[in-house]
């Protein structure tokens, strides 16, 4: 199972200064999403059999965000279907981007 986060759900990222993510000023998108991750997390440790993880898909243009995304949708969506390919061995309860696992 793939739960589509967000960048700003990372409480590591928006208690940064230095990350351009402690900028953002809204709040229900990223409690949102940081919900979807502890939502990940319980989920993995109560079905241990599956793989379920959320992904960060990047800034991508959508009607969201005026289409002022960085990336188009298909690039955005290649980490939700590489992360739906896993296999068993794969990973579980984790929070990923493109480049790998991301903190919390």
Known sequence: MVN?????????????????AHFYPGV????????VNMLTVQFA????????????PGFTKT??????GTQTVEQGAEIIVRMAQIGPDGPTGG????????PW
């Open 4 to 20: 589509v986060s967000s960048g700003l759900a990372s409480l590591t990222a928006l208690s940064d200064p230095d990350h351009p």
């Open 28 to 35: 229900a998108y990223p409690a949102s999403k940081t919900a």
């Open 63 to 68: 009607d969201l965000n005026g289409n002022t």
């Open 95 to 102: 929070y990923f981007d493109v480049h790998g696992r991301l």
């Open 45 to 56: 440790k109560a079905f241990p059999a599956m793989r379920i993880n959320s992904v960060e």
